[in-house]
């Protein structure tokens, strides 16, 4: 069973079909003992990065993905919720994020081209590092594979952890790991046979 962590934000149910089309049961929940009982963990996530953290600090949430985490459970972070397991975000001030992946969330703004558009809004193709192993989420991608991104800001600062970029004017991360814990800023639920393939892979971890 793969728990979808509700705490206010994220199309949770748009993912939560996407599993039941390759097959696998998920249960949208905030109950941490649900979440316990789950093989695997989705952290979702749509919005502004503050109103995120506060509302995962709120519900408690918050120390629930970590003490799994701790415990070794494969958990996936989907765009805004990628962005939560990094160390801060400096989206609209400074905040202090999960600290589960070394790096910190920054705006594309700094780093694009002036002329390009903001939010980074369609499909590119992954990238992937020459200097280590495909990541295990990418078991069925091949590199060139389109994947959807909608968002203005990028992790930064996480070359030793990043498992994917993609080209917008610079070369933006697309995904990041740390051991059990993994990260999307692409919505593998809307990015059609690539993606499912995707949540398939995590799957099987």
């Known amino acids: 069973m793969i728990a979808i962590i ?3 934000v994220g199309n949770l149910f748009s993912l939560k079909s996407s599993f039941a089309f390759i097959g696998k049961e998920a249960v949208v929940t905030g109950d941490p003992k649900i979440i316990d009982e789950c093989d695997r963990i989705i952290l979702p996530g749509v919005g502004a990065f503050g109103d995120a953290a506060e509302k995962l600090k709120n519900t408690g949430l918050d120390k629930v993905v970590k003490e799994q985490a701790e415990k070794g459970k494969p958990i996936l972070g989907i765009c805004l919720g990628m962005q939560l397991l990094f160390e801060k975000s400096y989206e609209y001030g400074e905040h202090e ?4 992946i070394k790096g910190s969330v920054k705006p594309i703004a700094d780093v694009i081209p002036k002329d390009y558009k903001i939010p980074h809004i369609g499909w590119n193709g992954l990238i992937f590092p020459k200097n280590k192993e495909k990541s295990d989420i990418y078991k069925y991608t ?3 594979d389109c994947v959807y991104f909608v968002h203005s800001f990028y992790a930064a600062d996480c070359e030793g952890n990043t498992t994917a970029c993609a080209e917008y004017g610079a070369m933006l991360t ?3 790991e740390n051991k059990n814990v993994y990260g999307t800023q692409f919505h593998p639920e809307k990015s059609g046979k690539v993606g499912l393939n995707i949540l398939k892979a995590f799957c099987e971890i």
Do not use: K, N, T
């Open 97 to 100: 994020g999960l600290g589960l």
């Open 6 to 8: 509700d705490y206010g």
């Open 142 to 144: 091949d590199e060139g």
């Open 174 to 176: 697309a995904s990041a």
